[in-house]
């Protein structure tokens, strides 16, 4: 059973930043695509940045030069660090995680079968 724990959310002004960690469990973690995405209310979930086991990486062009995803196999964990947050940067922040073993993948939520519950980034101006 594969276990998603985000953490590492909250409130700060624009131009701050924060770290979300990504703890994971149940599965070999380094057999998989890790991605962060988020959804703000009314809209549709986002991708944000995703990685996957060979370290390629792919964002968001929002948050190009802003953010930036990592992962630490012999922890578990996948990290995303936000920094010059902006207002709209505001949502809820999901961590997904997909089996892949080589081949193209997509930063887009139908990809990802394993999803975390959410931690909250709130940015006021």
């Known amino acids: 059973q594969v276990q998603l724990v985000e953490s590492g959310g909250g409130s700060v002004q624009a131009g701050g930043s924060l770290r979300l960690s990504c703890a994971a469990s149940g599965y070999t973690y380094s057999s998989y695509c890790m991605g962060w995405f988020r959804q703000a209310p009314g809209k549709e979930r986002e991708g944000v940045a995703a990685?996957?086991?060979?370290?390629?990486?792919s964002y968001a062009d929002s948050v190009k030069g802003r953010f930036t995803i990592s992962k630490d196999n012999a922890k578990n964990t996948l990290y995303l660090q936000m920094n010059s947050l902006k207002p709209e940067d505001t949502a809820m922040y999901y961590c997904a995680a997909e089996l892949w073993y080589g081949g193209v993948w997509y930063l887009v939520p139908s990809f990802f079968g394993y999803w975390g519950q959410g931690t909250q980034v709130t940015v006021s101006s």
């Open positions: 990685i996957d086991s060979e370290g390629s990486t």
